[in-house]
């Protein structure tokens, strides 16, 4: 196996084993039996079990954010762009249901808290979600709220359903998924806006 495989082997299986045991369930042993290479060769691409969760992160929103800039309609109305984005992170998750399910384990640790906190808190680089929320508000097409809070009340639901559909609670079609954002929608939007 060359070096490019094996450092995509411990990416994969270290995806794999935390979206199912989470990351105190994946020592670094099990993740190299995963992937197939010996106990210390992780250690010859990633400098530690830290540096490669925040890799297989990293791959993963890389991955997520191609899929949102395919037919993005830039220039189109924020509510246009929000569904976009809305329709994506969606089909996204149900497509690859392990990156779903390592995202919600890394968004749910003190590895996703600080990566929320700098991402969110940001004043410098670009974010396209954050950017929309700040285009929103400063043409009061959103309600004036922090942007966690509108992300909260925009996307939160959207993992719920995500999450119901995998574990079998509501089977989602492109009807729901329509009726959900609009939904989501609604709750950020001032009252009139389109």
Do not use: C
């Given at each position: 196996m060359d070096k490019i495989c094996k450092r995509s082997e411990l990416l994969r299986a270290a995806q794999e084993i935390i979206a199912l045991n989470g990351f105190h369930g994946a020592p670094t042993a099990l993740i190299s039996e995963r992937a197939n290479v010996a106990?210390?060769?992780?250690?010859?691409?990633?400098?530690?079990?830290d540096a490669l969760i925040h890799e297989v992160f990293r791959h993963l929103e890389e991955r997520f954010f191609?899929?949102?800039?395919e037919?993005?309609?830039?220039?189109?109305?924020?509510?246009?762009?929000f569904i976009h984005i809305g329709k994506i992170f969606i089909h996204h998750c149900l497509t690859f249901p392990m990156d779903f399910r390592?995202?919600?384990q890394f968004h749910n640790s003190p590895y996703g808290v600080v990566h929320r906190r700098d991402k969110m808190l940001a004043e410098q680089g670009s974010d396209?979600?954050?950017?929309?929320f700040d285009e929103a508000r400063r043409r009061r097409v959103t309600k004036d709220l922090p942007n966690p809070i509108l992300?909260?009340?925009a996307f939160g639901p959207l993992l719920d359903i995500v999450r119901d559909h995998?574990?079998?609670?509501?089977?989602?079609?492109?009807?729901?998924?329509?009726?959900t954002l609009d939904a989501c929608w609604d709750a950020v939007k001032f009252a009139g806006e389109d």
């Open positions: 106990a210390g060769t992780m250690y010859r691409y990633f400098e530690s079990k191609r899929s949102i800039m037919a993005y309609p830039a220039g189109r109305s924020i509510r246009e762009r390592f995202l919600e396209i979600m954050r950017d929309l992300f909260a009340l995998i574990l079998g609670f509501i089977a989602l079609d492109e009807g729901l998924i329509e009726s």
